[in-house]
């Protein structure tokens, strides 16, 4: 019977944040299927790895169902977006038991579980990024409240449906980045150009490395106080990696 490797995750989104965060297209490709949140298991199946990207809604419900039809599957957790420390810490430590690995984006659970920054990290979009051309751009959430009255020569570019180079490549050539997006962020912050957050929930609060935080009407006012920070691709790389080495352990167990 073959053997069957998922990568479950938004692998089918209309952003190309979502598309980017699944590990096993950039490290096992051979191995690995992508297919989205609801795909059903084959019987065959022996490891299911969950995320990245923000799923924290969808993992009580695909963790326990994958339990219920096949106890042999290792259930890996990647990098997932999980609710900030002291939100839900109960639901998070009951989802826990069902996983033989388990780690998160979030920077401010390390103490807790593996901080492991978003796999996007690993694309190799990143391997030879444009030196910055541009004072200031703008990366906007293709549905989500961004900057407001942007100057019309500030090059500006929305997530919704591009490819991975074009989007590194048109970050990578600002010095500054305002952005909407949480992969707008962590990827400016990858290749260590300042960043300006135009947060519209709480996942912006669990990086790392805080960037500049404005609001719509005002971003412009929030440009020259931008923070910058060394570039994280290399570091990130590395915990992604590290990972990967523990998640093949656990297979072959």
């Known amino acids: 019977m073959t053997r069957a490797f998922l990568n479950l995750f938004h692998c089918s989104a209309d952003n190309v944040g979502d ?41 009580s419900t ?18 997932v977006g999980i609710p900030p420390k002291g939100k839900r810490d109960a639901d998070i430590a009951g989802i826990l038991s069902r996983f033989s ?10 103490e807790a579980l593996d901080f492991i920054p978003c796999a996007s990290c690993l694309s190799p979009a990143f391997d030879n990024p444009q030196s ?29 449906m591009r490819d991975p180079i074009s989007v590194i490549n048109f ?9 909407s997006s949480y992969h707008g962020v962590y990827w400016a912050q990858l290749l260590g150009r300042k960043v300006v957050c135009i947060p519209y929930n709480n996942k912006f ?3 790392q490395y805080e960037p500049t935080y404005a609001e719509p009407e005002s971003w412009m006012q929030n440009i020259r106080s931008a923070k910058r920070f060394d570039p994280l691709l290399a570091e990130y790389r590395r915990l992604n990696r590290g990972f990967a ?7 072959d167990e």
């Open 171 to 179: 970050i990578a050539s600002g010095e500054t980045v305002v952005t």
């Open 101 to 110: 690995a388990f780690s998160t984006r979030n920077y401010e659970w390390r």
């Open 205 to 207: 609060r669990t990086f």
């Open 62 to 79: 695909i963790s326990a169902s994958i339990s219920h039809k096949n106890r042999s599957v290792k259930l890996i957790a990647w990098g």
């Open 19 to 59: 598309q980017m965060c699944g590990p096993c297209q950039y490290l096992w490709p051979d191995l690995f299927e992508n297919s989205n949140l609801n795909r059903s298991l084959p019987e065959s199946t022996e490891v299911v790895v969950l995320g990245g990207g923000q799923i924290f809604s969808q993992l």
């Open 132 to 160: 910055p051309t541009n004072e200031v751009v703008v990366y906007m959430h293709r549905r989500k409240p961004g900057p407001a009255s942007i100057p019309t020569d500030i090059p500006t570019m929305s997530n919704s």
């Open 245 to 251: 080495s523990r998640v093949e352990d656990l297979w």
